[in-house]
């Protein structure tokens, strides 16, 4: 009886033995699989003590993220990782994990080598068998973030590109104005009157704010390049001396450029200054403490071996005494919004938009620096041909008279249009002003078989000049007509018909007199093409 009894018992205890071996294998294959899940997930994980906030478990992703060893993240807390200021904000983080739910806070982290990054961590409180601890995730953001402030810098240029925009509108019409006064003054002055000297001098005053303009608008990326025939020497001197109040006392100014030859360059002046003025700011922030910074023109020699041939080329060189660059710099300093500068300082654009407008003359950028030794930025520009070498002042007096043609001139700016009247009234145009679309439209039907030619502004109130024109062309118009602007960021080439030029602000009087006399006469072409967009 009790030998049944013990094999009865026997048999139930050898049950229950492997009912609880299957279970701890299978326990020990769950935890198996969560140390699997744990170690190779795809984000860092983290396993904190909820008193102390020691790390008491990371798997492989957090390991590379921190670049510690295992062992030596083991012996850290949260807060040793986070970046000064941030410290205070590890409770805070933590508590708000505490409250079960999940949630994701962004902070700075700090690598093994000092470099911050930016991370989003996320996780809760969860139980750990015989005790709870925190279970955080986390997740490097500074690619991210670094692209959201690219965005932002895009977008604060897009808002300065349409600020400006419209101020350089609202200013090239009154320097069309000024111009036009100062440049009928002239012609009614006899030619040795001692007035001239003053006036001419304002035509220079107004040639320096006109570039005024086209810098900011280069900046915003929405001035058009402007080439012209360059004498780079003059250019050098000329903008090292307006530049020169930029510097600091402490910093010495050389300029090399007595010792070489006239070099011309085909290229937009405006622009060229940009590339000087952004070289001599980048070397003045590296002379914190002061120092020289040399510009120095000279011929380009040919390359030797596998180089680009630059025989006939010219090369500006601007060199620091400051304190230089280590070569993982160097290879980035053209990137747009790369930048060693505080985000108090730089925007990383300077140099990037430097190298824009040196590829676009057909030039390039050479660099050379050492950590403590300085930093040469070299320039390098084809010359201009000879036969691209024109003479591109056009003299008020050289203005041809018409024959009594009447002209029909749309223009909302009072001034603008009150001085384009009285010059092409001057040189024997009869000229009917009106200041609206809407009035261009009626005043045409009007006296459609005595007008001989269209000016009209682009932007007119009531009708813009492009829609009146349209309108007039559909109505079977096909006089020539001159479509005027004081904006540079539309591109109407394609929208022009052929009887069609668009003319933009600021102009000399005496190019809208050539062109009117060029279009009523039907001369094959005219000279000046500073400002004037041709379609086709």
């Given amino acids: 009886m009790l030998i049944r009894r013990l094999q009865k018992w026997g048999g139930i205890l050898s049950k229950e033995i492997h009912e609880h071996q299957k279970a701890e294998e299978a326990a020990n294959a769950l935890e198996r699989k969560y140390q699997n899940l744990f ?11 909820p008193i102390t906030y020691r790390l008491l478990d990371v798997n492989r992703k957090a390991i590379d993220l921190f670049g510690y060893e295992r062992d030596e993240l083991l012996e850290l807390s949260l807060s040793d990782l ?44 969860i139980d750990a068998g015989n005790k709870e601890v925190y279970q955080c995730f986390v997740r490097d953001i500074t690619e991210r973030k670094r692209f959201q402030e690219e965005r932002l810098h895009s977008q604060k240029i897009e ?5 400006a925009d419209g101020i350089a509108h609202d200013f090239r019409n009154a320097l069309t104005a000024i111009s036009g006064y100062n440049a009928l003054g002239q012609n009614l002055l006899p030619e040795y009157h001692p007035a001239l000297e003053s006036l001419t001098r ?19 990326r929405r001035q058009e390049t402007e080439r012209q025939s360059v004498e780079l020497r003059q250019l050098v001197k000329n903008s090292a001396d307006l530049f020169r109040r930029i510097l600091p006392a402490a910093i010495a100014l050389e300029i090399d450029t007595a010792s070489v030859q006239s070099f011309q360059v085909s290229a937009d002046v405006t622009q060229l200054q940009q590339v000087l003025l952004n070289l001599m700011i980048n070397a003045r922030d590296a002379m914190p403490d002061g120092g020289t910074l040399r510009i120095a023109l000279s011929p380009a020699p040919a390359d030797r071996g596998d180089g680009p041939d630059t025989a006939g080329w010219v090369r ?16 980035r300093i053209f990137e747009p919004f790369f930048t060693t500068k505080s985000d108090e300082y730089g925007t990383g654009l300077g140099l990037a938009m430097v190298h824009n407008i040196v590829s676009q003359h057909g030039g390039r950028m050479e660099v050379r620096s050492a950590v403590g030794q300085g930093s ?7 010359l201009a041909s000879l036969d691209s070498i024109q003479d591109e002042v056009i003299s008020s007096r050289n203005w041809q008279n018409g024959a009594g043609e009447m002209i029909l001139l749309a223009e909302d700016h009072r001034y603008v249009r009150e001085i384009m009247a009285a010059t092409l009234r001057h040189v024997d145009y009869d000229v009917v002003q009106v200041e609206d679309g809407l009035a261009m439209l009626d005043c045409y039907q009007a006296h459609r078989d005595r007008f001989r030619l269209l000016i009209a502004d682009l932007d007119l109130p009531g009708c813009s000049g492009l829609d009146g024109l349209r309108q007039l062309r559909a109505l ?25 030029l668009l003319l933009r602000k600021p102009f000399q009087m005496a190019t809208l007199a050539r ?15 500073t400002h004037l967009d041709r379609p086709g």
């Fill in 39 to 49: 170690e190779y997930a795809n984000d860092p994980i983290l396993t904190l003590d």
């Fill in 376 to 382: 040469t930025f070299t320039v390098l520009l084809p």
């Fill in 159 to 163: 808002a300065i590109g349409q600020v």
């Fill in 82 to 125: 986070m970046l000064g200021d941030n410290q205070n904000s590890v409770e805070q983080i933590l508590k708000t994990l505490c409250s079960r739910n999940s949630t994701i806070s962004e902070c700075i982290y700090r690598h093994k080598d000092g470099h911050p990054f930016s991370v989003e961590i996320s996780g809760r409180l």
């Fill in 515 to 529: 062109l009117v006399y060029s279009l009523l006469h039907q001369e094959a072409r005219v000279d000046d093409q």
């Fill in 476 to 500: 079977g118009m096909r006089l020539p007509a001159i479509l005027i602007t004081g904006t540079d960021s539309r591109d109407l080439s394609d929208q022009l018909d052929m009887e069609t």
């Fill in 316 to 331: 500006i060189e601007v060199s620091d005494t400051g304190i230089g660059m280590p070569p993982e710099v160097q290879d």
């Fill in 202 to 220: 304002i035509d220079q005053v107004i040639g320096q704010a006109n570039g005024l303009i086209k810098g900011i608008l280069t900046f915003s």
